[in-house]
């Protein structure tokens, strides 16, 4: 565990439980994220599908932290019951927040144009991005293996709601995605005051956001348009503490825009400056 994440804790999730799902290595979000909620007092569980558990570090996390892992394929019914169900036998009570940091699209992969989409990778792109987390939420619901109040965040991406060339059928899946925060979140808010929310995150330098084409000079647009700059996994991991912890209960079925500005600036004096200077080399 991070050091300095420990030293300014302040115990916000003392005594929760929770489950990570995600977490690949430390570049990813939900790495961070796993870090930071132990360190704030949390006792969690961490769940990837097998195939990301033999790629990935996760077994020295789970070590670090103390957290058992639990493999699970997120379009699995069956196996989303059972990180349920184990988490609550391990953890030894009902769940108060979860992390879905999945996402995957072939068509990105495979380098497909989106007006040349593979459909089948369409579908698993769907599949495993965003009805994962519809599949999530209904089996934790059928259990009631979330807590009364308990919190449920997804990450997102802006290209839900603006056009991005290069991100693809991922931008659909995202849209998907938090139409099912929404959905959701009146029906498990209405009965167990379960909070459900999405965080729309400046573009981040993780394993998956890398294999992404020109990612590179588009996170850099994102930081000179940004004017806090880019966000980091770490000030997400800040962030997801914030909406995991009591203070935050009447925060639901929204989707919170985490970009240091991003999503409300129209151009920024430094972006300006680049287009000025790639303007004159022409």
């Known amino acids: 565990m991070d ?3 420990k030293n300014c804790s302040h115990q916000l999730l003392s005594g929760k439980r929770g489950i990570v799902f995600g977490a690949l290595n430390e570049k990813s979000i939900a790495w961070k994220v796993a870090e930071k909620v132990v360190s704030e007092g949390a006792a969690i569980t ?3 599908a097998p195939i990301a558990l033999r790629l990935g570090e996760i077994n020295k996390l789970s070590e670090t932290l103390n957290a058992p892992v639990i493999a699970a394929d997120a ?3 069956e196996d989303l019951e059972q990180v349920f169900l184990k988490s609550q036998e391990l953890l030894g009570g009902k769940i108060d927040f979860v992390l879905h940091s999945i996402g995957m699209s072939p068509n990105v992969r495979k380098g497909r144009k989106y007006d040349d989409l593979d459909y089948n990778f369409f579908e698993k792109t769907l ?3 965003a009805l994962s987390f519809h599949k999530m939420l209904q089996s934790a619901r059928k259990l009631d293996a979330i807590a009364d109040g308990g919190s449920i965040v997804a990450l997102t991406y802006i290209a839900a709601q603006k056009a991005f060339e290069g991100y693809n059928d991922m931008a659909d899946a995202k849209a ?3 139409s099912i925060t929404r959905n ?3 029906l498990y808010g209405q009965e167990k005051g379960v909070r459900i929310n999405t965080i729309s995150q400046s573009p981040t330098m993780t394993t998956a956001g890398s294999g992404i084409g020109g990612f590179d000079l588009f996170y850099d647009f994102a930081d000179k348009m940004s004017p806090l700059g880019n966000a980091s996994a770490e000030d997400c991991a800040n962030y997801c503490v914030t909406l995991f ?3 935050t209960k009447k925060v639901t079925m929204q989707n919170l825009y985490h970009d240091g500005g991003f999503s409300t600036t129209g151009m920024s004096a430094e972006a300006i400056l680049q287009y000025q200077k790639s303007h004159l080399n022409k």
């Open 245 to 247: 912890s009591d203070y």
């Open 75 to 77: 379009t699995s019914l």
């Open 46 to 48: 961490l769940s990837n």
């Open 184 to 186: 959701f979140g009146l």
């Open 176 to 178: 998907l995605l938090e």
């Open 127 to 129: 599949n495993i991005s």
């Open 3 to 5: 050091k300095n994440n």
